[in-house]
């Protein structure tokens, strides 16, 4: 349903058409035919990836979980702006329940997890200059994939944000690929997302691992698409093995369904 909709804003994202997206979603919008420069544009303050579409320009936004319906806009450099529409969309709940240290937080821990918070807010905002022709992905690992993204979560009874991301089960020790050509930003063990890696694929464009039992490697190593990253693990705030599989666009963390390549699904 979510990918039928995707290609529906594809659609929508051309000559100069409104783009209809939901919160957690992407929006599309048509730039116009492409020229030498690629666009520069802005979302809430954020630079946007600008893609090279069949000799089109595109605009991909990544919409905020929290963002209201309504009618939202990108701006251009020349100040003019492009609408598209956020409709409403409601997300299910879900209840976990995991150690108690990892709901209720020492001072230690919490001290920690605020220092972790800032590397990880740091890396998902990154721009990095890029020429890109897409945001398609393959599936990092192989596994049942369920559909958590967005929910509202609760850890023993206690609400926390909403997911951001896509689990996938798989045993420990898995290999998990890159999904696409990206660098490695940072690696690193976090208290709530265990080992994790962040890949840079340019623009605003991120991908997040979470959980894993192994870090194959490196902060400022370039990856190739379907280089091994790291293994499935358990590591962090976790119920069993799976991978956490996050995707970013100008900062927002989007639904990874939605950028799967047909193969994928």
């Not at 659609?11 to 957690?24: K, M, R």
């Not at 003019?80 to 001072?107: D, K, M, N, W």
């Not at 976090?190 to 959980?211: L, R």
Request: charged share 15%; with cysteine.
């Amino acid at each position: 349903m979510r990918r039928s909709l995707l290609l529906l804003m594809l659609v929508c994202g051309t000559a100069g058409a409104e783009s209809v997206s939901w919160p957690g979603g992407v929006a599309t919008l048509d730039l116009g035919s492409s020229g030498d420069a690629t666009p520069v544009v802005e979302y809430q303050g954020q630079r946007v990836l600008v893609s090279n579409n069949a000799g089109r320009w595109q605009a991909v936004v990544g919409i905020p979980l929290d963002a209201a319906p309504g009618v939202a806009s990108i701006t251009l450099a020349d100040g003019t702006e492009r609408s598209f529409s956020i409709a409403p969309h409601a997300y299910r709940e879900q209840h976990l329940t995991v150690a108690p240290g990892f709901v209720a937080l020492s001072e230690e821990n919490l001290a920690r997890v605020g220092r972790e918070r800032e590397i990880i807010d740091a890396a998902l905002n990154n721009w990095r200059d890029a020429s890109l022709d897409g945001v398609n992905l393959r599936m990092p690992v192989d596994g049942p994939r369920d559909s958590s993204f967005g929910s509202r979560r609760f850890f023993n009874k206690e609400p926390r944000s909403p997911h951001s991301g896509m689990d996938i089960a798989a045993k420990s020790g898995t290999p998990v690929m890159t999904p696409r050509a990206g660098i490695v930003t940072t690696v690193g063990d976090f208290y709530f997302n265990g080992n994790t890696v962040i890949v840079d694929h340019g623009q605003g464009f991120i991908t997040m691992y979470c959980h894993l039992s192994e870090i194959s490697v490196a902060e400022d190593q370039p990856l190739a698409l379907g280089e091994q990253l790291g293994a499935v693990g358990a590591t962090g705030r976790v119920t069993g093995a799976h991978l956490h599989f996050g995707t970013y666009l100008n900062g927002n963390a989007v639904d990874p369904a939605l950028l799967l390549d047909a193969a994928s699904n």
